[in-house]
Structure formats: C-alpha cells, structure tokens
C-alpha cells in the first residue's frame, strides 16, 4: 500500500472520530445546559430614595426565579452603614429564608395570586444620620448556589426642622386672690424623635401649679410627646388666699433631652375683697319705741386686703319705718380697717310691742355685706307716771292727816 492511500485513511479515520465527537457532544450538552440554565432575581420597584433621619422605611421585595425549579433562598444583608438597623419581614413576622417557586415573579403588592412569594425588608435611619449618600447591599442566596444582590441607595438631606414651642393660648390673666387661673397650653415637639418632657414651675411659695393633658382628668408631672407631634395641656395656677394684689410672673418649664422649654405665664392679682357689718359689741339687737329714733352703732371692717372705695349702706325695714344714717356713703375703708357708722332707726307710729327685724347692708362694686338688726319695741303710757303721781300723793296725805290727828 503507498503513502499516499495511507496517508488518505488516516484521514478519514480523523474525520469519523471528529464526528463521533461530535455527535457525541450534541446528545450529552444540551441536557447538561437545560439543567444549569436559568437563575434567581431579587429586586424592588424603587431601589433609590431620597429620605431624612430618623425616618423608617419598608421596600417591597420581588423575587424571580427562571431555574425550572422551586429554591429555597437564605436573605441576609451584605453590607449596611453603620449605625443603621435593617431586617426582613413575611407575614408580619422578622424572616431569615424565602421559598421561590419556579417561574413565578413574585410582586408584594399583588395579593391576587395566592403562590407569589412576599417579603419586606424594613430599614431605620439613624437619628444621627449626616447628610450624604448611604448604599445598601441585600443577598439572597439558593441552596443550589445561585445568588442574587440588590442595591439600595439612600440619599439623607438635612431636612429644615421647626423650633420645638411651649406657648399658651392667653398668657395674660387678671382675678382676684383664691381664683383658680386656667390656662391653655400647647407642647410641640419638633424634633425628629419621641421627647419625654418634664413639667414645672417657678411659682412662689404657696402658689399651686397643676398640669392636665387635653382630655385626661389626672394631673401629671411628665409628658411623652412623639417626633412632629404636639400636646395640648390645661396649666392650673392658684395663687394663696392671703396673696397680695400686684403683677406675677410664672414660668412653665418642660425640659426633655433636646429641649429646655418656657411657657411665660403673667398674672394679675387685684387683691381680696371682704366686708363684714356688725356693732363694736358683736350684738345685732337693739331696743325702741313706736314713732321714736334710737341710735345703733355700726362698725364696716373691711376683711380683704384691698381699699374698698364707695361703700354704700341702705336698710330694709317694716312698713311705717324709718331708717338713715349719719354717713350713708364711706369714700375709703382701708385694707383690714373699720369705720363706725350710727344708724338711727324710727319705728312706725302704729308699731305695737314686740321683736322687729330691720335688714342693713354694706355694699361695693366688688363685695357685700348684710346685717339683720333685731328691734325690741317697747310701748311708752303716760299712766305709768300718773300711777306714780297718785301714789305720792297719798303718802303726803296720810302724813298730813297722822300730822293734824296725832296731836289730838
């Protein structure tokens, strides 16, 4: 055999071991690719936001798997700034793993199909946060191998926060002492998180400060108010009895961590005002005499600790009576003083014997004051002193008569 037909065979014999190859190949790797193809996907419908500190998030998390099969998948978080808090929740429940059926695309927000997957991953900015871009990197991972990351970016701004308030609706009440002063208030909490404020005063000694929530009937010494919220409170102000009249000034405190607050209350005390009519004895009697004037002494103290000015008396007396008094109007009583007035009362003509009562009253713009005055009418006859008369005159006669006879 030459070189040339042997050369010719070898040839051959290299191609048919090329196509045995060949065909070998294309039956083993198609059913080696129909098993590895495919893969899983996590993702979100808004993978960036723009958000503030403090805030809390919930992104939706949509899963897809293309594998032909179902995968049971390990969630965790691959990389979060720190400081920041952030876990996985199904059902309302904190989750580690997640089960993807095959070829089902899972959306949260579908509640229509019973078979999608649903998963949540909730994330705390820090209170703290700076302003500034924050990425975070979320993994899920198949038993099988496959694994699928999905990128978070957070852009924290400096979000413009108000000034956290304690003001009052009227700061500016005037009253008299013992008056309960109400005053409506309101705590805004500006900040960006939950303050617990403690409530007080500078009131004092002897004042009483009370503070009540909107609504609630308990008094308290504490308030918790949430971040952008604010809090209605009723501030009760009592000043003591004995408080002299003048211009006070209470200031509201209500301290948390980030605040120290001021509601500056202002209070206008015009002074008590009391008035007593009675007589230098204390006794409200006296004695008279059908169409005769007596005399009653009267004593106006003024109880309060202000001037009582233009104190005015009247009297209410029976029918036929007659009262006045040497002063009707006082200008001036002041604090704690007694003026004495005389008040002469005038029974009627017709009055008969007995006990009468005549109603005196001592009044001002600001307070009274009432007196009954009981009269003893007593009956004068002139048969008295003519009974008497006779009586003398008898005794002098008989004397005569022992006179002229005894000497017989």
């Not at 059902?91 to 059926?101: A, C, G, L, P, Q």
């Not at 009576?321 to 017709?350: H, M």
């Not at 004068?380 to 004397?399: D, K, M, R, S």
């Amino acid at each position: 055999m030459s070189k040339h037909t042997l050369r010719g065979q070898a040839v051959r014999c290299l191609l048919l071991a090329f196509l045995f190859v060949v065909c070998l190949a294309s039956s083993v790797l198609p059913a080696f690719a129909a098993d590895s193809a495919g893969d899983i996907e996590m993702s979100t419908p808004y993978p960036g936001m723009t958000v503030n500190a403090g805030n809390k998030l919930s992104f939706d998390l949509n899963f897809t798997n293309s594998t032909g099969s179902g995968q049971n998948a390990a969630l965790s978080v691959a990389s979060i700034p720190t400081g920041w808090k952030g876990h996985f929740s199904g059902n309302d429940s904190e989750i580690t793993r997640v089960f993807i059926k095959k070829d089902v695309a899972s959306d949260n927000s579908d509640n229509s199909s019973s078979s999608a997957t649903s998963a949540t991953f909730e994330l705390t900015v820090p209170d703290n946060a700076a302003a500034g871009d924050y990425p975070i990197v979320l993994k899920a991972t198949t038993d099988a191998g496959l694994t699928s990351t999905l990128k978070l970016d957070l852009a924290v701004v400096t979000e413009e926060l108000g000034t956290s308030t304690f003001t009052a609706q009227y700061p500016e009440q005037k009253g008299a002492s013992g008056t309960a002063f109400s005053f409506s208030t309101t705590l805004v909490n500006n900040s960006s998180s939950e303050q617990s404020y403690s409530l007080g005063s500078n009131a004092p000694q002897g004042w009483q400060v009370t503070f009540t929530p909107s609504g609630e009937t308990n008094q308290v010494a504490s308030v918790t108010v949430d971040a952008k919220k604010s809090q209605a409170l009723t501030v009760a102000v009592t000043p003591p009895q004995s408080v002299q009249a003048g211009d006070y000034k209470i200031d509201c405190s209500a301290a948390s961590a980030a605040d120290n607050l001021t509601a500056e209350l202002s209070i206008t005390v015009t002074g008590s005002y009391s008035l007593q009519l009675t007589t230098p004895s204390g006794l409200l009697s006296t004695d008279g005499y059908a169409n005769k004037e007596s005399a009653v002494t009267l004593s106006v103290v003024n109880k309060g600790n202000t001037p009582l000015e233009n104190v005015n008396l009247t009297a209410t007396a029976p029918d036929g009576w007659n009262v006045r008094f040497d002063k009707s109007t006082i200008d001036t009583i002041e604090a704690g003083g007694t003026v004495a007035v005389t008040a002469y009362i005038k029974p009627s003509k017709d009055a008969l014997t007995g006990d009468y009562v005549t109603a005196i009253t001592a009044k001002t713009s600001e307070t009274s004051s009432e007196a009954d005055m009981r009269v003893s009418v007593k009956t004068q006859t002139v048969w008295g002193f003519v009974g008497v008369l006779l009586i003398a005159a008898v005794c002098v006669g008989l004397v005569m008569v022992f006179r002229k006879f005894g000497r017989r």
